[in-house]
């Protein structure tokens, strides 16, 4: 079993950045790969930004060049830096760690206003 705790959503403006944490805790040397995803209102989720053990990201078109994702492996903890947010990134983001299962986290909600 591997839990999740995200962390870091709230309001912002257009063009301002947020950053999100995920704290992962139980059977955490399982995981091999750890992500965001993000859900818009009346939207399925979809795929953020992903990192493998080994350090190797992976991120949407929509986001690349703006958001980065990093992890701290002492801190159990993944990153994700969210700069020059726009509205449509408007969402509630989920922190995703993958072992034999997928596991999620509670979810955290980004706003970003015009």
């Known amino acids: 079993q591997v839990q999740l705790v995200e962390s870091g959503g709230g309001l912002v403006q257009a063009g301002g950045s947020l950053r999100l944490s995920c704290v992962a805790s139980?059977?955490?040397?399982?995981?091999?790969?750890m992500g965001w995803y993000r859900q818009p209102p009346g939207k399925g989720r979809d795929m953020v930004a992903e990192?493998?053990?080994?350090?190797?990201?992976t991120y949407a078109d929509s986001v690349k060049g703006r958001f980065t994702i990093s992890r701290n492996n002492a801190k159990n903890t993944v990153y994700l830096q969210m700069d020059s947010l726009k509205p449509d990134d408007t969402a509630v983001y989920y922190c995703m760690a993958m072992s034999t299962y997928a596991y999620w986290g509670q979810g955290t909600q980004v706003a970003v206003s015009s």
């Open positions: 139980g059977n955490i040397f399982s995981i091999v790969v």
């Open positions: 990192i493998t053990s080994g350090g190797r990201t």
